[in-house]
């Protein structure tokens, strides 16, 4: 299967650079398990829902990776904190004029960070303060490179779901952003019920594919979690995935058994799924695993027309976004 399969046609005016004004004044494109294609608004979705669902929330919480420093020598160095290892530890990706060696030092304000060693593209680093205390001081909210300004006081709060609550997430779980507390109350009203897990989104989510065939990619590892209390919340119910991380977080426990730990789970055509029923997801970047994930859901060529009436209707793509919610 080849990686060319998944692309489309995406004019650059459509990626959208800013959230909507309010969460739930997003579109919603209703993708019908006949193929039928219906245009609505984020605030239409608990007429779609009922007593049969429940909803799964990713409450991760995407912490401010993204950090500035120099060498001692003057030259400018990129850290983006893809996980901590301990309180003084992290492993990050680096952006430099030179790959750091083991040894190099990169001052961050007052900060010094100092270049232990490397696993694959990330260095491990450890600081003279708490990974914490470091991020919460000199970082910036990591927003995708697609998304060309400067993360700023928007972008705090408005890359960030209503519920996230497990801080761990270099990027947020989008198909949350369109949420506020009233659209949930809502859904609750009509009989469906919330549950939440976590899987804390990595880097991998910004990475390309590089090879030529599906096949040969592989996936870098995101932990989760699954509460108990969420599995009794889907046994015998409609299952909705808000977002691909909470799919991969349900078919990652019900291939191996476990509801916690680190998934690499690659999701294409072919795939049969076992947990979940219904989607809701934004639009994703041509040839992405995340566009994969949804053709294996679906079916490539009703989503991939689905993408092809999007972009004739204006829809808003990528993670400030407009949504889709689709059935199997």
Known sequence: MLVSEFDYALPAELIAQHPAAERTASRLLHLDARGGLKDLVFEELPALVDERDTLVLNDTRVIKARLFGRKPSGGQVELFVERALGDRRALALMRAGHAPKAGTEVLIGEVRATVEGRE?????????????????????????PYITHAAGREDIE?????????????????????????????????????????????????????????EAHRMHRERYRI????????AARRVLAVGTTSLRALESAAATGATSGETDLFIYPGYEFQVVDRLLTNFHLPKSTLLMLVCAFAGTERVLDAYRHAVEQRYRFFSYGDAMLIER
């Open 120 to 144: 694959g593209e990330l260095y491990r680093v450890r600081f003279s303060v708490d990974v914490d205390e470091v991020l919460e001081r000199h970082g910036s909210t990591p927003l995708p």
């Open 158 to 214: 408005r890359y960030q779901t209503v519920y996230a609550a497990q801080p761990g997430a270099v990027a947020a779980p989008t198909a949350g952003l369109h949420f506020d507390q009233a659209l949930l109350q809502r859904i609750e009203k009509r009989g469906a019920r919330t549950a939440r897990l976590t899987l804390h989104v990595g880097f991998g989510t910004f990475q390309p594919v590089r090879v030529k065939e599906v």
């Open 227 to 234: 509460p108990d209390e969420t599995l009794q919340a889907i």
